[in-house]
C-alpha cells in the first residue's frame, strides 16, 4: 500500500472501542485492510464503518441487484479487490454467470446504446438492466438521465431506489479509496474470472 497499514492492536485507550465497533461488524472474519487503512484515523474509521454497515445490513434492495451494482463499480473503475468479493457475492445471490459476463466487460452504457450493447443488455431482466445503466451513469457520468432514474423507479420504487443511488455513491468512494491507495496491494492484478467466482449458476 502507498502508506503503512496501522496497527492491528488499538494504539490508545481511546481508539479502542472504533477497534471493537469494526471487529464486531467483520466477526468471524479480522480487520482488513481496508480497516487497517482507514484506522489512521480511528474517527474516519468509525464513520465509515457505520455508514458502509448501514449500506450492507440494512437496505431492502435484494442482494443480488445490490451486489450487481457494486461488482459494476468494481469492473468500471478497476477496483480489483471489490470486484473478487462482491462478484463472488452477486453468483451466491443468485445472479447468472451470462449476467456477471456482462457486467464484467460491457463498455459504459451512456447516452445511446450500441447494436452490440443491446444485444448483451438483452441478457439482462429489466431490473438487473435499470439497476446496470443508473449504477454506470451515477459512475461515470454522475448525472443521471431521466428515462434511466424513471426505469429505475418503476423496478424498484421511490425507497430501494434511494437505497440503491446510496449504495452506488458508497462503494464509488469504496473503489476510489481502495485504488489511490493500492489497499490490499491488488492494482495491476487481475480480476477473477467470471468462471472462478463460485456458485454453479
Known sequence: MRVPYAPKEAPTEEARPVYERIAARRHPRPLIPLDLALLHNPSVADGWNSFIGAIRTKTSVPDSLKELAISR?????????????????????????????????????GRGTSKTQSEELAKLSAEERAVLEYTDQMTI?????????????????????VELTATVAAYNCVSRFLVALDVGECNGRPMKKVEELGGGH
Open 73 to 109: 463499480i468494481a469492473a468500471l473503475n478497476g477496483a480489483v479487490h471489490e470486484w473478487d468479493i462482491h462478484a463472488a457475492l452477486a453468483v451466491k445471490a443468485g445472479v447468472s454467470e451470462d449476467v456477471m459476463k456482462v457486467v464484467f466487460s460491457l463498455p459504459f452504457v
Open 141 to 161: 457520468g454522475v448525472s443521471v438521465e431521466d428515462g434511466v432514474s424513471e426505469a429505475l423507479r418503476k423496478v424498484l420504487g421511490d425507497t430501494q431506489t
